[in-house]
C-alpha cells in the first residue's frame, strides 16, 4: 500500500533532499527525460523542494513538476510494487472528479514497462513522433503519446 503526504516546509530536511536527488539522478541516467541531461545536484533538488512548499499548492501530487505538467516516476528499487499504478489511478480519480474530459501523456518508445502501465489503466496510443527524443547519448527514440478518455463523447 502506497501513502501520498502533503510536502511541508517542516518536512524539508536533507534526508528528503537526498532521497528526492538520489531517485532523480538514477532516473536521469537511465535516460528518463525529466528535463536535465546529467543528474541534478541535491543543491537544485533542495532549491526545487522549497519552491514547491512556498507555492502554497495543496493538490500537487508530485514532487518533480515541470512546466508541461506532472512527471510520474519511481525509484528503480520500488518498481514493481504498484506504487506507479496507485500513483495513476490517484490522479485518474481526481482528474475525474475535478470534470476534466480526457488525460494525455507520453513517453519515451522504449519504455515498455511504462507503455504496459498506461494501457493495462484504459490509455490508448494516439500519436508517435519518430526519433523524436534522444536521452543525450546520441540514441534516438520515439515519442509515444497516449491519451486516457474520461468523459464520454457523442460522435
Known amino acids: 500500500m502506497s501513502e501520498m503526504a502533503v510536502l511541508t516546509r517542516e518536512a524539508l530536511d536533507d534526508e528528503l533532499s537526498d532521497g528526492v536527488t538520489d531517485v532523480l539522478a538514477e532516473r536521469v541516467r537511465g ?3 525529466l528535463g536535465w541531461i ?3 545536484t541535491r543543491d537544485e533538488i533542495a532549491a526545487l523542494l522549497n519552491q514547491l512548499c512556498a507555492s502554497g499548492r495543496r493538490d500537487t501530487c508530485a514532487v518533480v513538476a515541470l512546466d508541461e505538467g506532472v512527471e510520474l516516476a519511481v525509484a528503480g528499487n520500488f518498481a514493481g510494487r504498484g506504487i506507479g499504478r496507485s500513483l495513476l ?3 485518474i480519480e481526481q482528474a475525474r472528479t475535478a470534470g476534466i474530459c480526457q488525460l494525455t501523456l507520453d513517453f519515451r518508445g522504449d519504455n515498455a514497462a511504462a507503455e504496459a502501465l498506461y494501457l493495462s ?3 490508448e496510443e494516439y500519436g508517435r513522433l519518430r526519433d523524436f527524443v ?3 547519448n546520441a540514441e534516438l527514440h520515439d515519442k ?3 491519451v486516457l478518455r474520461l468523459v464520454e ?3
Open 31 to 33: 535516460g528518463s527525460a
Open 38 to 40: 546529467t543528474p541534478p
Open 89 to 91: 489511478n490517484e490522479l
Open 121 to 123: 489503466v484504459g490509455f
Open 134 to 136: 534522444s536521452p543525450g
Open 144 to 146: 509515444v503519446l497516449h
Open 153 to 155: 463523447t457523442s460522435e
